[in-house]
């Protein structure tokens, strides 16, 4: 089945301690990026990348950092998550960027 | 900056009526418009893509519409279901997705 996956799906963690959600599409998709979905605020794009080894920051990247060393994988990583980074996050990919996006299921973080 | 509209924020309807979500954008430099359905605690599912070439994309019941030169574009659903209670988004691509808040439909059986 063609999807995007995301682990963990819920996670509730401290202040500082470094985290890691991973992405993965089984889809042979070139371009992959991170959203944040916030109350109000809507989505708002974290990170993106076109292909392998080739990032670029969204409209919200600071506290972020993600990395694409393989095509089918785009982990987001928190360094020293805050508070203010209590978000649902989605992962997407497509095989374009003007192409279709297709979500992973979210995952809801909560950073205390 | 692209700005993205949707009106109503909130629908309510009796099943089997036909509705009609809105949105508007700022910016008519786009690629294309996707409209997304989003269920509670689930991603985001695409509906339809409109390239900015083309007036309208239909999908079973789903039939959207898109107008560039004025930003705006339509999402018609005919014959509503309660299945079709989700909140419905839809984004545009210039050299970025921007996404409205969305459309939070409830279909009342």
């Known amino acids: 089945e063609a999807q995007v996956t995301q682990n963990p799906r819920y996670l509730i963690t401290v202040t500082g301690k470094k985290l890691t959600v991973t992405c993965s599409q089984n889809m042979n998709h070139e371009y992959m990026s991170w959203y944040r979905q916030d109350p109000g605020l809507g989505l708002r794009q974290i990170y993106y990348?076109?292909?392998?080894?080739?990032?670029d920051k969204g409209d919200v990247p600071e506290g972020y950092k993600v990395s694409r060393k393989e095509k089918r994988n785009f982990p987001l990583i928190l360094e020293s998550p805050s508070p203010n980074q209590t978000s649902l996050y989605f992962c997407?990919?497509?095989?374009?960027?003007?192409?279709?996006?297709?979500f992973g299921p979210g995952t809801r973080l909560t950073v205390l | 900056k692209q700005e993205v509209t949707q009106i109503p924020a909130a629908l309510s309807v009796p099943e089997g009526e036909n509705l009609v979500l809105n949105c508007s954008f700022t910016d008519s430099a786009i690629y294309n418009l996707q409209w997304f359905r989003q269920d509670p605690g689930k991603g985001l599912t695409s509906l339809l893509l409109i390239q900015s070439s083309q007036r309208e994309q239909t999908s079973g019941r789903l039939n959207a519409s898109l107008d560039k030169s004025s930003g705006r574009s339509t999402l018609y659903i005919a014959a509503s279901q309660p299945g079709d209670s989700a909140t419905y988004l839809c984004?545009?691509?210039?050299?970025?997705?921007?996404f409205g808040a969305g459309t939070i439909l409830r279909v009342k059986s």
């Open positions: 984004a545009v691509y210039g050299n970025k997705l921007v």
């Open positions: 990348s076109m292909n392998v080894e080739v990032t």
């Open positions: 997407a990919s497509s095989p374009d960027r003007a192409d279709t996006q297709y």
